[in-house]
């Protein structure tokens, strides 16, 4: 069964940072373009930043570039996503996502119709 399972929400002062994390189960994340996404309350959800299948390239939206860093851990199954300098207006519910014949040079790797595969999400709220 293809599970993703994220962790490392919480609360956090603005300016301060967070690592969440998406770990997979039953198979192997390399394969697969793995994107994060956010969900604020009353809002659609966006796509925040991916990390392509095999070469590992990444993509950002720009109201997150320069702050937010995506990457693999492939011994862990693992992909996470560093946010530092964080505004309240990053909070949101965030989720992982992950698609094997998602392409990023080729399609839109910050779509969300574009994942098969989600996982349950985890809040994030940024506050003093």
């Known amino acids: 069964q293809l599970q993703l399972v994220e962790s490392g929400g919480g609360l956090v002062k603005p300016g301060g940072s967070l690592r969440l994390s998406c770990a997979a189960s039953g198979f192997t994340l390399d394969y697969y373009t793995v994107g994060w996404f956010r969900q604020a309350p009353g809002k659609e959800r966006e796509g925040v930043s991916c990390i392509s299948r095999g070469s590992g390239n990444t993509y950002y939206a720009d109201s997150v570039k320069g702050r937010f860093t995506i990457s693999r851990d492939n011994k862990k199954n693992t992909v996470y996503l560093q946010m530092n300098s964080l505004k309240p207006g990053d909070t949101a519910v965030y989720y992982c996502?992950?698609?094997?014949?998602?392409?990023?040079?080729?399609?839109?790797?910050?779509?969300?119709?574009?994942?098969?595969?989600w996982g349950q999400g985890t809040q994030v709220t940024v506050s003093s």
């Open positions: 996502a992950a698609d094997p014949n998602l392409d990023p040079r080729k399609q839109y790797g910050l779509g969300s119709s574009e994942y098969d595969y």
